[in-house]
């Protein structure tokens, strides 16, 4: 009896085995290459993280015209547009509570980035 349990624990061990490297095979099967092929990649910084002064920067290396800020349940704490593109703009927010944020920045040529923030309460 003893045997036949290692047996079907050696047997079922294997199969497992052989499940888990079928199913990274199909993984690999359905990338179908890079994301953005067509379009190279955006460079942008958000400082201080996490805030803290009620202010924060952002700069990147493609003019934007649009930034909005959203706390996690959706509701939109901040948004600016500009006539003028810009690459690096100073958002100051009036009385922020302590959480996570996300910023999202809209490019000239429509493309979005979004990046998460921290806000912390002065000390």
């Known amino acids: 009896m003893k045997k036949f349990l290692l047996i079907?624990?050696?047997?079922?061990?294997?199969?497992?085995?052989?499940?888990?490297?079928?199913?990274?095979?199909?993984?690999?099967?359905?990338?179908?290459?890079?994301?953005?092929?067509?379009?190279?990649?955006?460079?942008?910084?958000?400082?201080?993280?996490?805030?803290?002064?009620?202010y924060f920067s952002i700069k990147c290396d493609r003019e934007f015209t649009f930034i909005k800020i959203t706390n996690i349940i959706g509701q939109?704490?901040?948004?600016?547009?500009?006539?003028?593109?810009?690459?690096?703009?100073k958002v100051f927010l009036d009385n922020p509570k302590r959480g996570m944020y996300l910023v999202t920045i809209i490019f000239t040529?429509?493309?979005?980035?979004?990046k998460k923030i921290m806000i912390e309460q002065t000390e």
């Open 8 to 54: 079907s624990l050696l047997v079922f061990s294997v199969l497992s085995l052989e499940a888990q490297k079928d199913s990274i095979n199909i993984a690999a099967i359905q990338n179908p290459g890079p994301v953005n092929a067509e379009r190279p990649l955006i460079s942008v910084s958000i400082y201080p993280v996490p805030v803290r002064d009620n």
């Open 76 to 89: 939109d704490i901040f948004r600016a547009q500009f006539n003028n593109p810009v690459i690096y703009n």
């Open 109 to 114: 040529d429509g493309s979005r980035v979004v």
